[in-house]
DNA sequence: TTGTAAGCGTTATCAC
DNA sequence: GTGATAACGCTTACAA
């Protein structure tokens, strides 16, 4: 495929003439730059980026490493997190870990040797000890050290569920999420908050016999069966807050196969949001995290870092968005 | 950065040397090996892809140009694409065209400059005047002159949906599918014959008289009004074959809705199946496309163009997957 | 076994 | 305005 050299020889210029022109900087004079450009045209020559990156020493390559694009909300945050990076010139390369460490770290000492510009990190594993501090990076939903990181207000989105669920007249509540991870990771997840924030608001109205259903992570889309077993155990729950859509839909499901209906004996309410949740069935009452704003707060860290800043963590408002199930 | 000079260097031997200890090729002395391996973890040498690509002439990159990540069935076949190339030592650039023919073509451009060493494409726009021919190039059900495609088997899932529906007891059919883009571009669809099967195998049974719903493709989500409109209309039909899970999820929901039950009074069959179909609601009745088939399929005719072979289209089998809708 | 040197296709500095 | 030329960091003949 012809170069750089080929274009200024058929030209009858310099190859840095040639430079000028295909990235219009410095001085060309008009006929010059259009007798280039006719060559250009003539030998089809497109310019080699590889090679742009080599002398650059930057390649405009970012990217994420996530579990998977199958889940839902990964599937539509990456969506919208390649957009913002085309948006502003950049590529995305995709790296999915389908939650497992081994892959991380494989994926991690790849980029590294790709010298892509910035990582953007989504994972519950420790993959701390084996990030470069010095390139850009930023975690979602986690906390790394010295890796600023986004996240949805989570505490606030528990305090609002509490509040719409106090609202539409529970008394008995119930919270059930996959974010116990102690015995599987040190890593700190924004996640939990949610938690604390329902837990904590419906303490300030006097109620504190939550049930709190804890399991450990899985792949964020299946639960397991005694989860299932704990809610028909409580009948006398009348309110649930979940810690995702996909957990809520599972156990809406649940409770309508055993007989009890939603809203009108419980009410259920998730958490995420978003466009791709199908509207089969009911549609979810949920607190929303919307994906382009997250999308643009991750974005910016990186983009602030990329030009040597130390920007601080961002946490992107929620809103609820009732639907079928309160 | 540290590079391979400094390496050699330190060593006390040539730049050559530490090439293949790096990439263990050729002879090395076991010591001079080990001498190498010590000053390279000491000095925390990551040898840099991107000056291998200059020399290779390759960089083992390889896109995916689709519509999003959002849309439940790309967001899996992305997962498993992407597994896939992974396992054969390839990463992905993922390029989400918002279902944009200019963003394509700005994709494609990008593309080209980054020497990718080949592109999927997923598309129903008329992309072929910008393609390189000479790229590597697969396309997922689509057709486009001198680029070889993987689908499954859309006809026999056509077939298969009409027997199961005719099995079921079913006596008035409609099809329900947003494949009619004659207007819209000349790219010739394979998912078209979904119908076409469907059709074929009703008629061989005798019916001819099926309703056929066809609309003109948007973001594969949300169907028209008049649509639900139409399914309204015809309270006579009891057996409808919709064309993706999505569709099918909101034909279901728009029929309980107006108050005919599923699947006692109408069944409705989907296609796509895969596990990210959440379990809200009614499973859909589904023929079955493999994602992890599809995957494999790609990948393989990826390779093969890479070796310079001429590979030829791929076929992957689907199968019925009986849920609660019928 | 090992080292030297050419080549991959750009950008950017510095003369002219 | 324009053109040589030196990087950028690697692989791979070819020599030794």
Do not use: W
């Amino acid at each position: 495929m012809a170069n750089i050299i080929e274009v200024a020889k058929r030209a009858g210029v310099g190859i840095a003439t040639v430079s000028r022109v295909i990235n219009n900087s410095g001085y060309v004079k008009k006929e010059t730059r259009e007798r280039v450009e006719k060559v250009i045209a003539e030998i089809g020559y497109v310019p080699n980026e590889i090679a742009r990156s080599m002398t650059l020493q930057r390649n405009n390559i970012i990217a994420f490493l996530l579990p998977n694009s199958i889940h839902r909300f990964f599937g539509e945050l990456l969506y919208h997190v390649e957009t913002v990076l085309y948006e502003q010139g950049y590529k995305l390369m995709v790296c999915s870990s389908s939650e497992r460490l081994e892959k991380e770290i494989v994926y991690i000492d790849m980029l590294k040797k790709n010298r892509v510009d910035a990582i953007i990190l989504l994972t519950n594993n420790d993959v701390e000890p084996y990030l470069d501090k010095r390139l850009p990076m930023v975690s979602f939903d986690r906390r790394f050290e010295g890796v600023p990181f986004v996240a949805s207000d989570n505490y606030n989105g528990g305090v609002i569920a509490a509040r719409h669920l106090l609202a539409v007249g529970c008394k008995h509540f119930m919270f059930i999420g996959d974010d116990a991870q102690g015995e599987q990771t040190a890593v700190e997840t924004e996640v939990s908050k949610r938690r604390i924030g329902f837990f904590e608001e419906l303490g300030k109205h006097g109620i504190t016999d939550i049930i709190n259903v804890e399991y450990p992570l899985g792949n964020y889309i299946y639960i397991p069966e005694d989860v299932h077993r704990t809610i028909n155990l409580h009948r006398e729950v009348d309110g649930i807050f979940c810690i995702s859509d996909a957990v809520a839909a599972e156990v809406v499901k649940n409770i309508e196969k055993n007989g009890r209906r939603v809203p009108e004996d419980v009410k259920v309410i998730g958490y995420d949001g978003g466009e791709s949740f199908l509207n089969l069935g009911k549609r979810i009452t949920s607190i929303n995290q919307p994906p382009r704003a997250l999308a643009d707060a991750i974005v910016e860290l990186v983009q602030a870092q990329i030009r040597k800043e130390t920007p601080g963590n961002r946490i992107v408002p929620v809103n609820l968005n009732v639907g079928e199930t309160t």
